[in-house]
């Protein structure tokens, strides 16, 4: 049985969508006979923070989840990662070899109270990712706190990135990667290389799976980002940023990479003695700002003298615990250098948006009436 074949059948946990809390999380740890509480701590509104330990092994690493709390993606990767080290009967040689090699801290939700509000800040409207130098809020000083105690060999700063983010070859960014900087110069120091270099070994076995939608991040160095003051303390961090895949608006193919990648992070997949070459990594491209949701080409409106392109990206709103997708004008130009992850000809007809005939930039798209037939696009 392939890794493929077996993560559809016995390693893809029953979470699925894009909200994600605790209520979601703890049965699974519970019932999981490989995983110890190592502690848990509480957020700013005093919920419970679990820190679990899996393994034993001397390699040390510390891992965190829904930092932003409307990024869940690797939070249910992380979730089909645990089932695959619970279960009892495929592969049980690697994960021996990766119980007694490693020793996984990990906070599945470091902000839950972002998480159950689908926010990107916590609950005193603070982004914890420009929160590491401060460390004015709870979960932040819990994560310093966790990073001093454990004192991990590597770190793993796991995110979501939006549908905004392509590369050159006009392909959509479905994971990204950064080994973040130790100061402002970029410098390429030992700890970089470390991360670096496993980025490299992920990134080699997903081109598998999205051949060209691999992509890293800009390596600007803020000392307010986790991932950089941790990398400057010396510690090899990679910063994870699950992204878009084709018509995957809930990330359940995207969740999936993440899996594999993670197996051949943890030698799970691979030969852990292979040396790892980080000059490879400077050969990902750099993600671009090169997507829209939806784009209208050749469209006739009214204040228009020429025919044009609407950009529509979806807002994410939480509407009776469900995520729904708000279509919302964003720009009206020739939109040359972007791609839609949709793209709808209009064959120059004149349009009109929510039955009016000039286009509002922000505003929520219900209908396109085609002017002069009966064609009309219904956004539901």
């Known amino acids: 049985m392939t890794i493929e074949e077996a993560y559809q059948s016995y390693f893809l946990a029953p979470v699925k969508g894009r909200y994600i809390t605790l209520k979601d999380v703890m049965p699974l740890i519970k019932n999981n006979s490989e995983i110890v ?103 932040s000083q819990h994560l310093h706190d966790l990073f001093n105690e454990i004192k991990p060999a590597l770190c793993l700063n796991l995110h979501d990135q939006r549908t905004i983010y392509g590369l050159d070859n006009n392909k959509t960014a479905t994971i990204s990667f950064l080994a973040p900087s130790a100061d402002k110069d970029r410098t390429i120091t030992k700890a970089r290389q470390t991360a670096m270099g496993l980025i490299v070994k992920m990134s080699n076995v997903l081109q598998k799976y999205i051949p060209g939608q691999i992509g890293r991040y800009d390596d600007s160095f803020n000392i307010n980002c986790v991932g950089d003051r941790f990398t400057a303390s010396g510690v090899p961090t990679i910063l994870f940023e699950a992204g878009h895949y084709q018509n995957d608006y809930q990330r359940e193919k995207t969740r999936e990479y993440i899996f594999y990648a993670f197996l051949e992070l943890f030698d799970i997949t691979s030969e852990g003695n292979k040396a790892l070459d980080y000059n490879g990594y400077f050969g990902i491209p750099e993600n671009k700002k090169n997507f829209w949701d939806i784009i209208l080409r050749n469209a006739q409106v009214e204040q228009e003298k020429d025919s044009v392109s609407i950009a529509i990206q979806y807002k994410e709103e939480l509407i009776n615990k469900k995520i729904q997708l708000i279509p919302i004008i964003k720009e009206v130009s020739g939109l040359m250098n972007y791609n839609g992850h949709k793209e709808i000809d209009l064959c120059y007809e004149e349009i009109l948006i929510n039955s009016q005939q000039k286009v509002v930039i922000n505003e929520e798209v219900l209908t396109i009436h085609y002017k002069n037939n009966a064609k009309e696009i219904i956004f539901q």
């Open 37 to 139: 509480i190592y502690k848990t701590v509480v957020s700013e509104k005093g919920k419970e923070i679990p820190v679990l330990k899996i393994g034993n092994g001397a390699k040390k690493v510390l891992a965190w989840s829904q930092m932003h709390g409307n990024e869940s993606t690797t939070t249910k990767a992380v979730l089909d990662f645990l089932k695959f080290i619970d279960q009892k009967e495929l592969f049980q040689k690697e994960k021996k070899h990766f119980l007694s090699t490693y020793t996984l801290y990990l906070v599945p939700i470091l902000n839950p109270d972002g998480a159950e509000a689908y926010t990107r800040e916590n609950a005193n409207k603070v982004d914890l990712n420009r929160d590491a130098l401060n460390l004015t809020q709870k979960e």
